[in-house]
């Protein structure tokens, strides 16, 4: 007689290839049960790691021994600007000036060939001070450069801060956010020496065949990776042949997959947090309006006075709904799209 145990023992073992070959026997893991489970692992899993966790982000851009998948990334998001031809990853540590001052931790720290510095760094939602802070991180690159001595005659590299945004800043409308020092009237830029991409990814909508650069390649594989049971344009470019290579699941060692199970959950529980809180401010705000218009209303003690009131509480609804996600610092863009209120509008709340 076989051994049969419940599927969430069997996904748990099969995850952790934790079997034995009398369990493997026992168990008839040949049999369609066995690829039914399988099944269900890739279901709640993925078949490629989700690019958005920690351990996926850093497994992919963060590696010596895939910094091949890196450098690629950067020469498609600087065509035409730069070309990298080698890059070593810097310890994305930089202690403090001073005794009091505060340390910085790059996700990623590295210089190509010539010396330029890139910071690479993943950010999945708004955060208080973030913008600020990619500018802090930048500044701390700039005066690390700085040599002891007379001699030192203020020569610097260029730094690059590259943000993937998994979430819509509300500033722009747009995908990609190019930010440099330049002339304000003429536009011309001032200094290479500080420059800000930020990529928001909400905003790519291009499905797979829909991509033309490798770049937009590139953007639809970290937006969907972890949804796809295949990796697409693996035999238009070596690169993404190598990314399939890292990103899937399976070839991960038993210690690699329990710290992704662990980033996953992590990343899964602070989206499930904000979603939260979005459903829970556009309540509370409709609930508040509301009851403050019908106050209103029955105070009035007319049918005119009823019908404003339940209008001027719709309309506070929307605006105490704005305040209450503002409170909670989600970005602009999303309040006006969940109130149809303007940005103005918002802004003076």
């Not at 209103?296 to 209008?311: D, N, T």
């Amino acid at each position: 007689m076989p051994c049969y145990v419940c599927d969430s023992v069997l996904i748990l073992c099969i995850s952790q290839h934790i079997f034995t070959d009398f369990q493997k026997e026992s168990l008839h893991l040949r049999t369609t049960r066995y690829w039914v489970v399988i099944s269900k692992i890739l279901i709640i899993m993925g078949k490629f790691i989700n690019p958005f966790t920690d351990f996926g982000f850093h497994r992919i851009f963060g590696q010596e021994v895939h910094k091949e998948l890196l450098i690629d990334f950067l020469n498609e998001l600087l065509k035409g600007e730069r070309h990298i031809i080698d890059i070593s990853f810097l310890n994305p540590m930089l202690h403090p000036e001073t005794v009091e001052g505060r340390g910085v931790i790059f996700d990623i720290h590295c210089k190509d060939e010539k010396g330029n510095l890139f910071l690479v760094e993943m950010q999945n939602g708004s955060q208080p001070y973030f913008y600020d802070r990619g500018l802090y991180y930048l500044a701390r690159s700039i005066s690390n450069q700085g040599e002891r001595g007379k001699d030192w005659k203020f020569s610097l590299c260029p730094v690059y801060g590259i943000f993937l945004l998994n979430y819509k800043m509300g500033i722009n409308s747009k995908f990609r956010t190019d930010v440099i020092l330049a002339d304000r009237e003429t536009g011309k830029m001032f200094s290479n020496k500080i420059r800000q991409v930020y990529l928001e990814l909400p905003w790519f909508t291009k499905e797979a065949d829909d991509c033309e650069t490798d770049f937009e390649r590139w953007l639809y594989l970290l937006k969907h990776m972890d949804t796809l049971d295949r990796m697409p344009f693996k035999a238009q470019k070596a690169v993404f042949d190598k990314l399939l290579a890292v990103a899937d699941v399976a070839n991960l060692s038993k210690e690699e997959r329990i710290q992704y199970d662990e980033a996953l959950k992590r990343y899964r529980d602070y989206k499930n947090t904000i979603d939260y809180a979005e459903e829970r401010g556009i309540k509370k705000g409709f609930e508040q309006g509301i009851e403050k218009g019908l106050k209103q209303g029955m105070k009035q003690g007319k049918e005119q006075g009823m019908k404003q009131g339940l209008k001027q509480g719709h309309n506070e609804g929307l605006r105490q709904t704005a305040l209450n996600m503002k409170t909670m610092q989600l970005p602009l863009e999303v309040i006006m799209q969940a109130t149809g209120l303007t940005e103005s509008e918002i802004q003076a709340l």
